[in-house]
């Protein structure tokens, strides 16, 4: 409990040195969000078995001709989904979240994948099953997300990182839709972040044997420790990134900043991981951000 009170301290102190770094430098901030639209869009696909990498992802946002066949529904995926972050990026602070909403954003998730399925709700007998859970019955979607809404709005006295875990863990285990609902999740999550004076999160690929085990917590215990351990991280790495530009830091990466220092890289990459220095993840390589006059 102690190191999840740390956590939410520590969240709290960063949002205030953003919040005043980030004063005039709205043409930075918008930047930083334009480069990020791209590993947004590569980690949520990657977590779902998407085979683009990161660079491919770029090209495909970028228009640019790629050396091997990508299949037509993977490129649909990439553009879709930079749309949809795009769009939240503007729209998150003038709208209250609703089911109007997120079957809005599932819309534009899902046309021209499967516009069967697009912008609506699963009904009949459209079960779906993730790993070994069975999501609820399609006639119980509507009044589970209600009830998410409404207990994500009643807990406003508890921390960020605790409301965006339980509601990720209770839309994920409702599955709502019949495709496309682990994107929609991680959406919703930055959603509701940006609305509430937070910066957007990124839950990185490479963590995806984490946030599984974070579901099967769920799943079996009702718990959320472990996602609130993975939000508190993504929501502290962003806060890094951007104040190490915003600061107006010399950025290098945590290799230089070991070699310059004479310290272990992996004791470094160690403390990066756990969020216990100011170091940042940016296109899968850890940084870190340090003032000029050091050397």
Request: proline share 1%; hydrophobic share 40%; net charge positive.
């Amino acid at each position: 409990m102690t190191k999840i009170l740390n956590v939410f301290s520590s969240i709290n102190s960063l949002r205030e040195r953003y919040y005043k770094a980030a004063t005039g430098k709205d043409e930075l901030i918008k930047l930083i969000l334009e480069t990020e639209v791209a590993e947004q869009v590569y980690n949520s696909n990657a977590i779902e078995n998407s085979t683009l990498s990161l660079e491919e992802t770029e090209k495909i946002l970028l228009q640019i001709n790629l050396d091997r066949y990508i299949t037509e529904r993977e490129i649909f995926e990439a553009k879709n989904l930079a749309r949809v972050v795009s769009y939240i990026d503007l729209r998150a602070k003038e709208q209250e979240l609703t089911l109007e909403v997120i079957l809005l954003l599932h819309k534009m998730l899902i046309s021209n994948i499967r516009d069967d399925v697009a912008g609506r709700f699963r009904k009949d007998d459209e079960f779906v099953r993730v790993g070994s859970h069975i999501a609820p019955n399609p006639k119980e979607v509507t009044q589970r997300l209600e009830k998410m809404l409404a207990e994500y709005n009643a807990a406003s006295h508890q921390s960020i990182i605790k409301r965006i875990a339980r509601l990720h863990l209770a839309f994920e285990y409702t599955h709502p839709f019949v495709d496309g609902n682990g994107r929609i999740g991680r959406v919703l999550n930055n959603y509701l972040l940006i609305r509430e004076g937070f910066v957007p999160i990124n839950i990185k690929f490479i963590d995806r044997k984490r946030y599984y085990e974070a579901f099967m917590q769920f799943d079996e215990k009702g718990l959320s420790a472990i996602m609130e351990e993975i939000v508190g991280k993504a929501l502290t790495n962003s806060y890094h990134k951007r104040l190490a530009y915003m600061e107006g830091k010399k950025i290098i990466t945590l290799a230089d900043f070991a070699k310059k220092n004479k310290l272990s890289h992996s004791g470094l990459i160690n403390k990066a991981t756990r969020q216990t220095i100011e170091a940042f993840l940016e296109k899968n390589i850890w940084k870190i951000g340090i003032d000029y006059d050091k050397k």
